[in-house]
């Protein structure tokens, strides 16, 4: 199949293009990199001509950072959504967040505009596949939650299920050709993020000291982000990923 990965150099998006090319797609990668921009359309209806299938993987934040982030974020989606539409693609797999619903998360910007996207696509003819996961193992160094000095790095007491992104770039993969349902994954086990990050600051050699400090929101300590249910579970657990990214 041909799949065109928007965001293809992010987190996810690099992961995603890995895997769907060992599946044997015929991947082709895109963002703003590549000339292709989700918040002008600039480049968008011909870098997705020709797709079977698309993956966004995106993160389009806008560039001011004093702009409307739900709009820029629900108006990238409609953008691509449309391109799809009017190129004929056959379905838009997007990446979304585990529990962004809850009414917690009611002022808390970042988690309205994916709900945002979420709606866009529920609105759109064009059939289309949704993904939530819950954060990943690589949140241990987000800066969303953790901040880093010279010495020390201090780390919100969020209390998370995490998933390795390899394993939600599986689920996304394979929803190009087997089980378009949309699903909801995290990992097997729950951790404290900074039990995470002190994990793996260890085993890769980082000297510096994990300091614990309140999450922004009770709710973060409280679980709120932990598998909801229905969830899949999906492997391997933080000791087993840390290891694999041990020195
Ligand atoms: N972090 C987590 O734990 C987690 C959990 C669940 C879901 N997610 C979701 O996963 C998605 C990907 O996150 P990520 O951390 O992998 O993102 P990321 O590393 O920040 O990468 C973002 C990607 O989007 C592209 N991009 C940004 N602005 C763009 C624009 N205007 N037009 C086209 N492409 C643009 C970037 O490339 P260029 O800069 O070259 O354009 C890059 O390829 C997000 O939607 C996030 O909500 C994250």
């Not at 992010?10 to 895109?30: F, K």
């Not at 000095?149 to 780390?155: C, D, F, K, P």
């Not at 378009?180 to 729950?190: H, I, L, N």
């Amino acid at each position: 199949m041909k799949v065109a990965i928007i965001g293809a150099t992010g987190t996810a998006g690099r992961a995603i293009a890995a895997t769907a090319q060992r599946a044997g797609h015929e991947v082709r990668g895109l963002s703003r990199s590549t000339g292709v921009d989700l918040h002008t359309g600039a480049g968008l209806g011909e870098a997705v001509r020709g797709a079977d299938t698309v993956i966004d993987a995106s993160n389009a934040f806008p560039a001011d950072p004093g702009a409307d982030l739900v709009a820029t974020f629900a108006d990238s989606t409609r953008r691509l959504a449309e391109a799809c539409e009017e190129t004929d693609v056959q379905r838009l797999v997007h990446l979304s967040i585990c529990n962004i619903e809850q009414p917690v998360f009611d002022g808390f910007d970042y988690y309205v505009a994916k709900r945002a996207q979420e709606e866009v696509l529920q609105s759109t003819p064009l059939p289309y596949t949704i993904i939530r996961s819950a954060q990943w193992m690589e949140f241990a160094l987000n800066p969303s939650a953790v901040t880093m000095t010279e010495t020390e790095v201090r780390v919100e007491d969020w209390l998370i299920q995490p998933i390795a992104v390899t394993e939600v770039a599986e689920v996304l993969v394979r929803a190009v050709t087997t089980d378009p349902r949309d699903r909801q994954v995290a990992g097997p086990v729950t951790i404290r993020l900074p039990e995470l990050t002190r994990e793996l600051l260890a085993a890769t050699g980082d000297p510096r000291r994990v300091v614990t400090v309140d999450a922004s929101m009770t709710a973060l300590s409280q679980g709120v982000l932990l598998a909801p249910s229905g969830a899949e579970l999906l492997g391997p657990t933080p000791e087993e990923w840390v290891r694999g990214h041990s020195n």
